[in-house]
């Protein structure tokens, strides 16, 4: 039994980065709301649109930013404010983009996870219908990498299909910001500070031209209510100077190989297998004969945090939309479970990991 705690759900949150600490404290030394005109107020306003620069050149951004509480509220900002008439999702995307009336029709996805985008250019019948579909009247949310199986979407082939068809793009980089590069092509992208090492509660949503979006606040030039979070942004952008590249040593992730092939052995699913494009830094795989919340369950006991889906949803005990929009069989998706790694973790935990796993399945094939 390991006496250190060990977390692999790094696809949830990461530990804060010591830079961005010491951004925060600095930034609560120097608090004032940046919207005052008195002279603490205007080094406030100074400080943050400093940040905003550094961040953009830190992404290579070369169009605006909007400072949020998150990528939730980035979303909603997206959706509410964009000037289209319509929205469209793959069905793969996040809860925080999926819930609720604002999605007019989802884009079904392939076994490998891939989004069916085609179906923008061949015109279907859900979007014949739409009246007002071109001429830019319509939104399309593609996330860069998916939370539960990491898989990463074509951005660039998404967005010839979408600004052929005269629609906008936004891109959620809540997953990818600051392990790869935010996809350039996009009119709109979503990041998440404590996603590489930032503050929890502070994001952002990049936008290509304000233009594409009307107001509807007083703060972040009229496109956002509510006073700017100073020390947490410049928590954001000091973690987001700080992550390296590649984000996690491919000496760390080394023992990942072999776990592969003797999940295979043990008659377990290590689902990148099946994916189109599939990243390192976050994996689901399934064992034979032990459900996931089970899973869960025995590897906290072992003192390994893991989670079974997105961990915005995996608390309500529902079976991931994501697996099932991707085909696979409800026991398949009901033994998978996630694994993800962040700049904290170490070569030895991965090892323990999958020491534990492989011993699990090994007990749960003998029972």
């Known amino acids: 039994m390991t006496t ?7 696809a949830a949150t990461t530990p804060l980065r010591p830079e961005a600490r010491r951004a925060m404290e600095h930034g ?8 005052s005109p008195h002279s603490e107020g205007r080094k406030a306003r100074a400080l943050l649109e400093d940040a905003r620069e550094r961040l953009k050149a830190a992404l ?15 979303a909603a900002l997206a959706f509410d404010n964009a000037n289209v008439v319509h929205d469209i999702a793959t069905a793969v995307e996040h809860d925080a983009i999926l819930r609720g009336d604002d999605v007019d029709w ?8 891939t989004a069916d985008m085609q179906l923008l250019a061949t015109r279907s019948e859900p979007l014949a219908e739409m009246e007002g579909y071109s001429e830019n009247r319509t939104l399309v949310a593609v996330q860069h990498i998916n939370s539960e199986t990491g898989n990463r979407q074509h951005i660039g082939f998404a967005a ?5 068809n005269g629609g906008l793009l936004l891109v959620d980089c809540a997953q990818s910001a600051g392990k790869f590069a935010v996809p350039q092509m996009a009119d709109m992208a979503i990041i998440s500070a404590h996603k590489f090492g930032g503050p929890i509660g502070v994001g952002a949503l990049l936008v290509r031209d304000y233009a594409m979006l009307h107001p509807g606040g007083g703060q972040e030039r009229g496109y956002r209510r ?17 992550c390296d590249e590649p984000y996690v040593a491919p000496d760390v992730l080394a023992p990942l190989d ?5 999940v295979r052995a043990a008659g377990g699913v290590w689902l990148s297998d099946r994916l189109a494009d599939p990243t390192p830094y976050i994996h689901a795989v399934a064992m034979p004969g032990i459900s996931g919340s089970a899973q869960l369950m025995r590897f906290d006991m072992a003192g390994i945090a893991v989670s079974q889906g997105s961990a915005c949803s995996s608390g309500t005990m529902k079976r991931s939309h994501v697996l099932t929009a991707m085909g696979l069989g409800d026991d398949l998706a009901d033994r998978m479970i996630r694994v993800s790694f962040g700049w904290t973790t170490t070569r030895a935990e991965i090892e323990r990991f999958c020491e534990v796993w492989l011993d699990m399945a090994r007990t749960g094939q003998r029972a």
């Open 60 to 74: 290579h951004w070369d169009g605006e930013v909007i400072f949020t509480g998150g990528a939730s509220e980035a």
């Open 258 to 262: 072999g776990f592969a092939e003797a």
């Open 28 to 35: 609560f030394a120097q608090w004032a709301n940046p919207s």
């Open 226 to 242: 509510g006073t700017e979070n100073l020390p947490g942004i410049l928590g954001m952008v000091a973690a987001l100077e700080a």
């Open 4 to 10: 250190q705690r060990i977390y692999l759900d790094h």
């Open 160 to 164: 010839e299909l979408v600004h052929d």
């Open 106 to 113: 989802t884009i079904p996805v392939r076994p490998d996870g």
